[in-house]
């Protein structure tokens, strides 16, 4: 069996070697993203795994030529994957579902960082400016914190939060009893009502597209904090970025942001950003911009090789999957 990983990054190297020998498949390990042009390199593979460049139709069209019959991307996310075409072709699509305590974990750092001033503490004592004026934080065991979305990593941070002590109000279309058991299930009317705190934990969809706008902003408690580790188009970035110029908004802190496809995990160091949305966020002492690295740890990653080759092997064996996200009739 024969598996293409494109977007192989040096740091995935070892553990794809160790999985692939563990499972016995052999890899052809691809360190550019997947384009049309280069779709020819999984020719004589079964599989695929993918991270999160687009897979058009076009893209699977090529794959499907070639013998491809399962695309496992090795993210949680899979708003990239043309699914429905997949389905059409008979190609199987999968995610994976990695460790969620990691994202969870950087969730809460991002929140204690938001709220204690980080950024301003951190930048002025590079300048040795060690005063503590504007810096004063506030304690998160007094706020009243929002997870919207209580799938795995929701439900993970609401785990950590609970430590904490803070009031934890939870909201998704599912009502998890493991979840109810530390926090409060709303509506999302409460959580803007009430929350001194919010974190988003959705996937990126038609229904969860700008759920953070002018409208539900102006519903929100003064100064209230947004933490977005999910997806970018969760939040309206114009609007946000207008609420926290009027200080409707006290702080924010963005693992993603819209339109960063092309432009994370790149380096920018002697070329401009196209992206002016991020410069203004980024020059914004209350806002911590982070580029899309809430998912890397080492068991993370692990996980997702691991788990992509697995499910692989279970789309081309025609044996049932877990990740698989698509229905072929
Ligand atoms: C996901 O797994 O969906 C992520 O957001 C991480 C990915 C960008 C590597």
């Not at 380096?267 to 203004?280: E, G, H, L, S, T």
């Amino acid at each position: 069996m024969k598996i293409a990983a494109y977007s192989c990054r040096p740091d995935e190297l070892a553990l794809f070697e160790k999985f692939g020998k563990q499972y016995g498949v052999e890899l052809v390990l691809i360190p550019h993203t997947p384009t049309l042009k280069n779709a020819h390199m999984a020719k004589g593979c079964q599989a695929v795994s993918v991270v999160t460049s687009p897979i058009s139709a076009e893209l699977l069209d090529l794959w499907h030529e070639d013998g491809v019959r399962v695309v496992s991307t090795r993210t949680v996310g899979y708003e990239h994957v043309d699914i429905q075409h997949a389905a059409r072709l008979g190609i199987r699509v999968s995610n994976v579902s990695y460790t969620p305590n990691t994202v969870a974990e950087y969730t809460v750092m991002a929140m204690l960082m938001a709220i204690r001033k980080m950024k301003t503490i951190m930048t002025r004592y590079m300048g040795q400016d060690f005063t503590l004026n504007g810096v004063r934080g506030r304690e998160l065991c007094r706020m009243t914190v929002g997870v919207v979305g209580t799938g795995r990593i929701g439900e993970a941070v609401i785990r950590n939060l609970s430590g904490f002590g803070c009031r934890i109000l939870a909201c998704d279309l599912q009502r998890k009893e493991s979840a109810a058991a530390l926090a409060e299930y709303v509506e999302l009317e409460q959580i803007w009502s009430s929350c001194d705190l919010i974190t988003f934990h959705t996937p990126a969809t038609e229904v969860t597209y700008h759920l953070v706008n002018r409208d539900t902003l102006s519903k929100m408690k003064d100064g209230v904090v947004l933490i977005n580790m999910a997806r970018g188009s969760i939040i309206d970035t114009d609007a946000l970025i207008d609420a926290l110029e009027c200080g409707k908004a006290g702080a924010a802190a963005l693992d993603v942001v819209e339109n960063e496809g092309k432009i994370y995990y790149r380096d920018f160091k002697d070329k401009p950003v196209r992206n002016r949305q991020m410069a203004v966020l980024q020059a914004m002492p209350n806002v911590i911009m982070t580029p899309h690295t809430a998912f890397f740890t080492d068991e993370a990653v692990s996980d997702m090789i691991a788990y992509s080759i697995q499910s692989c092997l279970a789309g081309i064996k025609g044996e049932e999957d877990p990740w698989q996200v698509n229905e072929i009739r």
